[in-house]
């Protein structure tokens, strides 16, 4: 059985940083696409960065410049650097992960998601 966990996230004060890891494991053949979302409280949740398998990277414009996004295929984990943060940049942060699996199927797994609180 796929699985995918985040990990990584706590309270940080402004302008720290705080990497935030996603593991997926079970049946995986290969990961397609892999993406952070994050969703504050009564807000909907956005995309934050995203990186297809062929290596194309997209961030939010309130996140260029500070969050990094990377992957480690032979660890099937994904990061998110996240420096320079904001009161803003306060939510729940999600992991998605497009995968084909070992029986040949593509399909679309998310975390539960991971608390970054950011005081100012």
């Known amino acids: 059985q796929v699985q995918l966990v985040e990990s990584g996230g706590g309270l940080v004060q402004a302008g720290g940083s705080l990497r935030l890891s996603c593991l997926i494991s079970?049946?995986?053949?290969?990961?397609?696409?892999m993406g952070w979302y994050r969703q504050a409280p009564g807000k909907q949740r956005e995309s934050v960065a995203s990186l297809t398998g062929s290596g194309t990277i997209n961030y939010a414009d309130s996140v260029k410049g500070r969050f990094t996004i990377s992957r480690d295929n032979a660890k099937n984990t994904a990061y998110l650097q996240m420096n320079s943060l904001k009161s803003e940049d306060t939510a729940v942060y999600y992991c998605s992960m497009v995968v084909r699996s070992t029986s040949g199927y593509f399909n679309d797994y998310w975390g539960r998601g991971t608390q970054v609180t950011v005081s100012s």
């Open positions: 079970g049946g995986i053949f290969s990961i397609n696409r």
